[in-house]
């Protein structure tokens, strides 16, 4: 990974700091941004949401109301080669108090910080925290490059430079 510059920065191990993070037995572990967008509209829909619809926010604590979600970002930059596809699942840590992710496949040739939807399913607030593990990224290596990548499909989120809301 390191070596075709799929994740700037790159942790060639295990940090075990707060929540741990970078390479683990056959994925990544990324970590969470400071930067985060706080839903607080009325409708989530995607196609009424505006960034109206959502407080920003920045600092190394972010608390999601109960029932409510935040939209945060990696810390780290992907760049997905045409034979590689990232399926993303949240850390157990979050999971264990009841806050989950929501991350679409890194499809190949797809580059750019990842958008994390981050639900608090609980009915208490909840805390997430920047800088420490937020999800785990399992790339998988295909025999053949795909017939059309992201790229090829100018896919609508490539190279996100922040948090994408959805665009329709």
Avoid: H
Wanted: with cysteine.
């Amino acid at each position: 990974m390191a070596q075709k510059g799929m994740i700037y920065p790159f942790y060639p191990e295990k940090i075990k700091k707060g929540i741990s993070f970078g390479l683990s037995s056959y994925g990544y572990d990324f970590t969470l941004s400071d930067e985060f967008m706080i839903f607080k509209g009325k409708i989530a829909s995607p196609r009424k949401i505006s960034e109206n619809d959502f407080e920003k926010f920045k600092g190394e604590v972010c608390k999601i109301p109960a029932n409510s979600f935040v939209l945060g970002r990696s810390e780290e930059y992907f760049k997905i080669p045409r034979e590689v596809i990232g399926i993303c699942f949240g850390k157990s840590t979050y999971a264990r108090c009841g806050i989950v992710i929501n991350v679409t496949p890194l499809e190949p040739e797809w580059e750019g910080y990842i958008t994390i939807q981050i639900a608090n399913l609980s009915s208490a607030e909840s805390e997430i925290y920047a800088g420490e593990g937020i999800g785990q990224v399992i790339f998988l290596s295909a025999d053949e490059l795909c017939e059309r990548s992201y790229k090829d499909l100018s896919g609508k989120y490539d190279k996100a430079k922040g948090i994408e809301i959805p665009k329709i």
